[in-house]
């Protein structure tokens, strides 16, 4: 509930009187007491509030306003008419923090029965119309939030889509790189292939240079052994 509807419920107070115990003469007596319903959080919240007894007190604690606070849904237990009808015991559960279930009471006293019947209807009524407010806005605050998460929905869809995209691409260009490297490593195989075929025919041609050197070397040998003979035939006639 926003700052602005808190303060428009609580305007509606009606002043009471509340049965406290004084400090001072130790006997219980009436004291104004400020009774409000206020819509908070969801909640219907009854506020007690008794200002100080005395405004010149030099004591800080009794300067200080009593605020009793009580949950309508939870802590309120009964509400128990007395003979004078203007009066009532007020019974409510302890704050839920103090985990006790201790039962609570408080007497009130309002001018009249009709007053105070009158009054707790007006409030009922004005703090539920804060709550149905306060309902609304959180209602119109919800489809907000629907529309921001359907928006997110389709942000998260259109992401999908792209990392798909993107991971089809990677897988594509990954097939590219394999087909590229596995052309490379047989070039690579074909080249080596070649380097061992030109080795073997560097060999080849060194043993064939060998072997037309002998040849020749034999061929000079034998035409050395031709004029050898021609001179001897030649020489006797």
Not at 62 to 88: F, G, H, M, S, Y
Request: proline share 3%.
């Amino acid at each position: 509930m926003t700052m602005s509807n808190a303060a428009t419920a609580e305007s509606f107070g009606v002043r009471l009187k509340r049965k406290v115990l004084s400090a001072e003469t130790k006997l219980f007596e009436w004291r104004p007491c400020s009774c409000t319903i206020v819509a908070r959080d969801g909640k219907l919240l009854l506020q007690l509030q008794t200002p100080p007894q005395d405004e010149d007190s030099h004591s800080e604690q009794d300067n200080e306003t009593e605020t009793v606070t009580i949950d309508l849904a939870t802590q309120l237990l009964n509400v128990v008419p007395k003979k004078n009808k203007a009066r009532c015991d007020l019974e409510y559960y302890a704050p839920v923090a103090t985990m006790s279930g201790q039962v609570l009471k408080e007497e009130l006293m309002a001018p009249s029965a009709t007053h105070c019947q009158q009054w707790i209807a007006q409030r009922v009524e004005a703090a539920l119309r804060a709550l149905e407010l306060e309902n609304a806005q959180a209602k119109t605050r919800e489809r907000e939030l629907v529309q921001e998460i359907q928006t997110l929905r389709d942000g998260a869809r259109v992401a999908a889509a792209e990392r798909k995209h993107i991971e089809n691409e990677y897988r594509h260009s990954r097939r590219e790189v394999d087909s590229w490297r596995r052309a490379a490593q047989s070039a690579e195989a074909a080249a080596a292939q070649l380097q061992e075929q030109l080795g073997i025919a560097r060999e080849e041609n060194q043993l064939l240079a060998g072997e037309k050197m002998r040849l020749k070397r034999q061929n000079s040998e034998l035409l050395n052994q031709v004029h050898r003979l021609d001179s001897l035939v030649y020489g006797r006639f």
